[in-house]
């Protein structure tokens, strides 16, 4: 008798996790993502603020050249081995 009653104990154990959890999933959720969320604005908080060239005037187009050097494909990537397959 003491073993179906430590069963019946564990399920009703189980099934009111399982209850507890669809009701407070949602909140536990929404809160992780505003921490998340207020955590991301202070670190980015920096980035929205750049500062402006004073040399230059809304409008002016600026190039940046890339460099004129090649990637080299010198590197050694390792050996091919061609395989057959057997049945």
Same mark, same amino acid.
């Given at each position: 008798m003491a073993f179906l009653k430590?069963?019946?104990?564990?399920?009703?154990? /189980? /099934?009111?996790?399982k209850i507890l959890a669809r009701l407070?999933?949602? *909140?536990?959720l929404n809160y992780a993502a505003k921490k998340t969320e207020s955590h991301f604005r202070q670190a980015f908080d920096g980035f929205e603020q750049?500062?402006?060239?004073?040399?230059?005037?809304?409008?002016?187009?600026?190039?940046?050249? *890339?460099?004129?050097? *090649?990637?080299?494909d010198s590197e050694k990537v390792g050996e091919y081995i061609d395989f057959e397959e057997l049945d």
């Open positions: 430590t069963i019946l104990i564990i399920l009703l154990v /189980y /099934y009111l996790l407070f999933a949602p *909140k536990i750049q500062p402006s060239r004073s040399e230059e005037k809304f409008g002016d187009v600026i190039i940046d050249k *890339k460099s004129n050097r *090649k990637k080299t």
